[in-house]
């Protein structure tokens, strides 16, 4: 045995000796080893999922049951997508999770600091150039007003925006919009970022390049992303996980990880295997809907 080892397993299991002061609770991390003798560090559990979707079912007033039994555990920082054909309940999810609404049965658990939103139209303030709509949301925060100046400034440049801060939404494109409207999200400065076909209006171009930011923004800030879509290709490009929601009712009809998600591009052939395996899934919930 190593003294190091020696030192470890003394550590991690005997008690104090007499006249020794008291030590204080810590937490056991060594376990048992095959050999009896070399300590072994414990698997750390896992942390508490940021949103916890469980047994979720909404129908709106006497209506058809729209979401049916939906559950679903997001990590911290983990980047989810979730796909489904039109109608078939994604944004009633997304408000569910953005605590716009209740489920009829069920439980979501969300971070106490909430979750910002961010839907397909930018809905920025016509009257107010990119900063000032920045600002408000850092005012409404309660960012001193001294602070606010420069800290829209730098969320305009963490979305590529510095140059068009003093221009107002009309003098924007539709993707500069977005943009603005992701650095507002941003500036709410909450865990949970939930995302509604954000880029579904902008040309593929533009799209194309939003995903090379947002995927940035991601990395740079650790938040937790929930992003609906029903464009395949834009799930399997960005997500680390596709959930796929079946229609009338939604439910869970698939899950895909992604390993391996650094210098994905959607051109890259692994986007395309994947959109192939999912558009075909989500081909059979279409029929299974049809029959
Ligand atoms: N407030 C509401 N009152 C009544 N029915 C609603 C309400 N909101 C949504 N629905 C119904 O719930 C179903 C799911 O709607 P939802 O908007 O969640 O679909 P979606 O998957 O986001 O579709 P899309 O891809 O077209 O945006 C639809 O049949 C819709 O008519
Ligand atoms: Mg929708």
């Known amino acids: 045995m190593t ?33 009896g003798v070399t300590p072994v560090l414990q698997p750390t559990p896992p942390p508490p999922p940021a949103v916890r979707i469980d047994g979720v079912s909404k129908r709106f007033g006497d209506g058809p049951l729209v979401l049916d039994d939906v559950a679903l555990d997001i990590a911290p920082g983990e980047f989810v997508c979730l796909l489904g054909a039109s109608g078939c309940g994604k944004s ?3 408000n569910l999770i953005a605590g716009l609404d209740r489920p009829t049965s069920g439980s979501i658990q969300t971070p ?21 709509n920045v600002e408000l949301a850092l005012r409404l925060r309660g960012v001193p007003r001294g602070e606010r100046r420069e800290k829209a400034l730098a969320l305009l440049d963490t979305v590529n925006l ?17 943009r603005v409207a992701l650095a507002r999200a941003l500036a709410q400065d909450r865990p949970v970022l939930l995302m509604d076909e954000p880029f579904a209006a ?35 490009r960005l997500g680390q ?16 990880r992604i390993a391996q998600t650094v210098g994905r591009r959607i051109e890259s052939p692994e986007v395309a295997a994947l959109s192939v395996e999912i558009t075909e899934q989500l081909r059979k919930e279409i029929r299974r809907n049809a029959a």
């Open 162 to 178: 510095a140059d068009a801060a003093e221009k107002r939404p009309h003098e924007l494109s539709g993707g500069m919009r977005q």
């Open 3 to 35: 003294s190091a080892s020696r030192q470890a397993r003394g550590a991690a299991s005997s008690p104090s000796g007499d006249g020794a002061a008291p030590r204080p609770a810590v937490p056991n991390l060594l376990g048992p080893s095959f050999d």
């Open 112 to 132: 106490a600091e909430g979750s910002s939103v961010m839907f397909q139209e930018s809905a920025l303030m016509p009257w107010l150039t990119a900063r000032k």
């Open 92 to 94: 009633t999810l997304l």
């Open 241 to 256: 996980r596709v959930v796929l929601l079946s229609s009338r009712p939604g439910k869970v009809a698939g899950e895909w």
């Open 202 to 236: 902008l040309d593929a171009i533009t799209r194309d390049l939003l995903h090379e930011e947002l995927e940035r923004v991601w990395r740079a800030t650790g938040r937790t992303i929930v992003f609906v879509t029903h464009n395949v290709r834009e799930a399997a």
